[in-house]
T-cell receptor, first 112, second 112 residues
Framework: GEKVEQHESTLSVREGDSAVINCTYTDTASSYFPWYKQEAGKSLHFVID?????DRKQSQRLIVLLDKKAKRFSLHITATQPEDSAIYFCAASTTNAYKVIFGKGTHLHVLP | GGIITQTPKFLIGQEGQKLTLKCQQN?????MYWYRQDSGKGLRLIYY???????QKGDLSEGYDASREKKSSFSLTVTSAQKNEMAVFLCASSMGNTGQLYFGEGSKLTVL
């Protein structure tokens, strides 16, 4: 079945710098790639997604890139702020499939 | 807006005990999910349900049963709790497939 690998388990950046979190997936039929954020002591909430018909999507300071050939997608957070500190999860699912598979999470620390 | 309510928030059980977690959503979403979150292992899919009375096994279904008797509710039963088992169980819902998941606050299980 589908596997999603999240490469960085921990990432530390200075406030104002950019953070990049990388994920790879195994199922070539995967077509939907969402990202979720989990703040300390809280549950997950959706932050941004990308579908396989595009290779780039931006929402304010968040940019998602998708490389279908390499089966890789990444989340870029620009001009990081302390409130960006959290665990970020990538996920993948296939078209017409309901099964959403998550990576193990990346704990992002934004240092002052 | 809607909300997903998980009960109980904390559950303490004995080894071998059958334990049930409940989830209610008022989004009128078709699809519901149960994930298990362990530190360092991300989210692993236990069961999901595409519609009322439907059940689909995830990658971690062994040792669990699920029930979707109403569109708005999805229950998960740990059939025989394992000693030293500690995890957070997250319920989520979405409208159809390849769409944003909305998560509950989680139920933390401890087995003595």
């Amino acid at each position: 079945g589908e596997k999603v690998e999240q490469h960085e388990s921990t990432l530390s950046v200075r406030e104002g710098d950019s953070a990049v979190i990388n994920c790879t997936y195994t199922d070539t039929a995967s077509s939907y790639f969402p990202w979720y954020k989990q703040e300390a002591g809280k549950s997950l909430h959706f932050v941004i997604d990308i579908r396989s018909n595009v290779d780039r999507k931006q929402s304010q300071r968040l940019i998602v890139l998708l490389d279908k050939k390499a089966k890789r997608f990444s989340l870029h957070i620009t001009a990081t702020q302390p409130e960006d500190s959290a665990i970020y999860f990538c996920a993948a699912s296939t078209t017409n499939a309901y099964k959403v598979i998550f990576g193990k999470g990346t704990h992002l620390h934004v240092l002052p | 807006g809607g909300i997903i309510t998980q009960t109980p928030k904390f559950l303490i059980g004995q080894e071998g005990q059958k334990l049930t977690l409940k989830c209610q959503q008022n989004f009128n979403h078709d699809t519901m999910y149960w994930y298990r979150q362990d530190s360092g292992k991300g989210l692993r899919l236990i069961y999901y349900s595409i519609t009322e009375n439907d059940l689909q096994k995830g990658d971690l279904s062994e040792g669990y049963d699920a029930s979707r008797e109403k569109k708005s509710s999805f229950s998960l039963t740990v059939t025989s709790a394992q000693k030293n088992e500690m995890a957070v169980f997250l319920c989520a819902s979405s409208m159809g497939n390849t769409g944003q998941l909305y998560f509950g606050e989680g139920s933390k299980l401890t087995v003595l």
